[in-house]
């Protein structure tokens, strides 16, 4: 099945009937003005390929409802690139991919250093109220947790 310029038959992508017919098939072929592609579905989710230069080049769409009029026009737009047009693609999506690990770890981090902070906060109330055995339940905890998951500078 082809879907050019946004429409396939009397069917526009991005309305539910688009989504109807997209949950019954297993590829299509689709034309922009930047170029075409092929989407393909596997195990549920949507793979948008094209062979440039003898080289197989693809990008994970998503499920169904990712595959919008946006997410087909962005696939062959990209898939369409001249080789350094895709190298340059290909590194600027490894380099946000990077900087989302590197966004949770760092939030990670935070939660985890405040969470001991917290405990800290309780041992030390504890003690200033005299009670030792809470107080050092609250140190041993301490430890565990730091053992479990030391911070990452």
């Known amino acids: 099945m082809e879907v050019a310029f946004g429409k396939v038959g ?3 992508v991005d309305s539910p009937d688009w989504f109807m ?6 590829s299509f072929r689709a034309i922009e003005s930047s170029g075409e592609c092929t989407f393909t ?3 549920g989710y949507w793979l948008a390929k094209k062979c440039v230069g003898g080289r197989r080049r693809q990008m994970n769409i998503g499920a169904n409802a990712k595959v919008t009029r946006a997410a087909i026009r962005e696939a062959c737009h990209n898939l369409n690139l001249s080789d350094a047009g895709w ?3 290909l590194v600027c999506l490894k380099k946000a991919k990077e900087v989302v690990v590197k966004t949770q770890v760092h939030h990670e ?3 985890f250093l405040a969470a001991v902070k917290n405990l800290e ?3 030390a109330l504890a003690q200033s109220r005299g009670e030792d055995l809470i107080a050092r339940e609250l140190k041993e905890a301490i430890k565990e947790v730091q053992q479990l998951k030391p911070p990452v500078g």
């Open 41 to 43: 579905k596997s195990n």
């Open 121 to 123: 906060r309780i041992q």
């Open 109 to 111: 981090n935070e939660n």
């Open 10 to 12: 009397d069917i526009s």
């Open 21 to 26: 017919w997209l949950a019954g098939q297993k």
């Open 87 to 89: 190298y340059e693609f």
